[in-house]
């Protein structure tokens, strides 16, 4: 019911604010606005997104929780979207997406609001891959072991070339 209400409301505030502003300031200013607010925001999504794409590599590299790193990716996605987004509404939850101080917050309020049930970084005791059961399991002994190939050969009128053939 509020997606649906989103999508409701949302072009209405939007024709709405176009009106009241293209009332003001005329046609072609409101264009104007419109393009310069979606030219500026792309800007700011590029810079916000190298920022936040670097602190997800970060909290990869020193394997920590990627959660609210990924979270900032998200919004900063998100706030692009509506930056693009024709509209005066939209450009202004999108302006506040990319302030890294509103999305802490909009990130523990968002925490708050789910709760995660596990989180694991790298593999667990026993859950990592089949390893056979028998000697070196979990002690990092080494095996030495020979094999031979016994896949059959097809037959050949030739020698093989380390041995000399018949003269």
Known sequence: ??????????????IAL???VGGLIGLFPTLLIVVLTAILGTWLVRREGRIALGQVRNSFEQLSDPTEPLAHGAMILLAGALLLTPGFFTDAIGFLLLIPGFR???FA???SKVTVARFQM????GSGPHRPSGRGQGTGDVIDGDYEDVTPRPPSDRPSGWVEGPK
């Open 1 to 14: 019911m509020p997606l649906f209400l989103a999508f409701l409301l949302v072009p209405i505030i939007e």
């Open 18 to 20: 176009f009106i009241q």
């Open 104 to 106: 802490t917050r909009a």
């Open 109 to 111: 309020y968002l925490r």
């Open 122 to 125: 790298g593999t667990a005791p």
